[in-house]
């Protein structure tokens, strides 16, 4: 899905949340800059340090190297917006918005999950949005595991390996609720 995007920062933002780069009110996504990669690794800037793919790697670089947006008005003409080169967050500010030095949660949620309203209409998806990212990496995560762990209960795997999906996706309340609405997911 995001080979199909024309922006790489919009790929970026759809493959971190997939692995669990949020934070919150998805500070960490905001505030998301190069300096934070080494290696295989992403020191988030809520303090967590989580494991990424070669890929999102890939799409940070490309989106932190390019300063130009494409998007669509309601009427579905395509706009290009310069984006400002002296930012440098992975997901970089239009030239024309508001400038905040520390960003209050409701902005920071509120730029992401428009953006990802936009995207979900150019893919022209039903349902995209960042918490169904969120859980969809999770699920991912735990069937690698029980594949791993050559398991058949997504419940045992989760409480074996619950520190390491917890640093990556955020706590769960209730393991047995969370199976019992995903659990069909990682069979």
Known sequence: MTSELANPSDAFLILALFEGVSGFGYEDLFYAEMSQFEGFVMHCYSGRT???SKE???YARKASDDYVYYCFTKDGEELVKNL??????ILKRQLNAKVYDVAPYATTNQRIRIRLERIRK?????????KSL??????DMIKGLMVKDGS?????????HREE?????????????WVLRYGRYVK
């Open 165 to 177: 999906i917890e640093n990556k996706y955020g706590t769960l309340a209730s393991v047995r609720r």
């Open 134 to 139: 969120i859980e969809s990496g999770r699920v």
């Open 84 to 89: 400002d080169m002296t930012d440098t967050r």
């Open 152 to 160: 058949q209960d997504p419940e045992r795997t989760i409480f074996a």
């Open 50 to 52: 989580i494991p990424i």
């Open 56 to 58: 999102l790697i890939t």
């Open 122 to 130: 150019s893919l022209g998806l039903n349902v995209m949005t960042g």
